[in-house]
């Protein structure tokens, strides 16, 4: 970190240890990004520095100029997600602080619980076995409208310990989805599953796909709870 421990001290304060490009909730697992890199002349200062989480550093980082596959940051993109979740964090003191903030975190809140019933697609994510066993693909429907629903911009907390889950949420959400579309194959026209003789034939794959499918799953189920509890608590539903 080559940022003076003052200006590191206060971009940490000022995004709350969230990523000011998805949001989530990093703790000290978080990187602090040269707007304008050092080489190109960036300086050590508060104005060039936004916290990032790791995904959306290596990201960033990635991005070959020389040979653009797709559309990279610009820098005064960049200060403008930072600026727009440091207000964010200003705003948002331990309880949801305005009426109008409350009512769209609320909007925002119910529409997850829509969609994600914990009773239905959630509890179905939580206890299914992936190991190798067939299962209705129509049963991730809901899954798949929370991922589309996150591509747009609106919905999105204000609140930012409640947007800091939705993100964390989100995220999980696109891993296993990846897993899914990778690793799972129809068994007739509705029924997917993990092929169950991989556990046989290349049963290194075949454990490796289950652990990591379990994996996300029970922290998919776990943030769920968490976005749930918190939001209750600060939006009163
Ligand atoms: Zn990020």
New binding site residues.
């Given amino acids: 970190m080559s940022f003076p421990k003052d200006v590191a001290e206060r971009a940490l304060v000022d995004s709350g240890r969230h990523?000011?490009?998805?949001?989530?909730f990093?703790g000290s697992k978080i990187v602090l990004h040269h707007i304008i890199q050092k080489e190109d002349g960036g300086e050590d200062t508060y104005e060039n520095c936004i916290p990032?989480?790791?995904?959306?550093?290596a990201?960033i980082k990635a991005y070959n100029h020389k040979y653009p596959n797709g559309m990279a940051y610009s820098e005064s993109e960049l200060k403008k997600h930072r600026d727009n979740w440091y207000l964010k964090v200003k705003a948002s003191g331990g309880i949801v602080a305005n009426e109008d903030h409350l009512e769209l975190d609320q909007k925002v809140f119910l529409e997850i619980q829509r969609i994600l019933k914990s009773d239905e697609v959630m509890e179905f994510i939580r206890d299914n076995n992936f190991a190798g066993f067939a299962f209705r693909y129509s049963r991730l429907e809901p899954i798949n409208e929370f991922y589309h629903l996150c591509q747009k911009p609106e919905f999105e907390f204000l609140d930012v310990d409640l947007e800091g889950l939705r993100?964390k949420l989100y995220?999980l959400i696109e891993n296993f989805r990846k897993e899914i579309a990778f690793n799972t194959f129809p068994v007739n026209s509705e029924m997917v599953s993990v092929p169950p003789e991989w556990a046989f034939e290349q049963p290194e794959r075949f454990n490796k796909v289950v652990d990591t499918i379990h994996e996300l799953t029970g922290q998919i189920w776990d943030t769920y709870s968490d976005l749930i509890k918190l939001g209750r608590r600060k939006l009163g539903i």
């Fill in positions: 990523c000011c490009l998805c949001h989530k990093c990032l989480c790791f995904d959306c550093h990201e993100s995220k």
